[in-house]
């Protein structure tokens, strides 16, 4: 058995467009980044609340760019 333990999701700091949230799930589930961004924007022709979890994402998953205080 090959027990990983899964990749945080965290935004990344470079690499993104908009916010990094396509980028962050791209990373999270082992897809490339084109391919998660062009899924997004086919899927916001068909109806439904893309726009809203998009946003709801951005805010929910932590930027990568955090560093940790010194001390």
Same mark, same amino acid.
């Given at each position: 058995?090959?027990?990983? $333990?899964? @990749?945080p999701m +965290?935004?990344?700091?470079?690499? =993104?467009?908009?916010?990094? &949230?396509?980028?962050? /799930? $791209?990373? @999270?589930?082992? +897809?490339s980044?084109?391919?998660? =961004?062009?899924?997004?924007? &086919?899927?916001t022709? /068909? ?25």
């Open positions: 058995m090959n027990s990983t $333990a899964p @990749r +965290v935004r990344p700091r470079r690499g =993104r467009w908009i916010a990094g &949230v396509c980028a962050a /799930l $791209a990373d @999270r589930f082992g +897809v980044r084109g391919m998660m =961004r062009l899924l997004f924007v &086919v899927s022709i /068909l109806p439904g609340p893309q726009f809203i979890v998009y946003i709801a994402l951005w805010i929910i998953i932590p930027s990568g760019d955090r560093t940790p205080p010194r001390g």
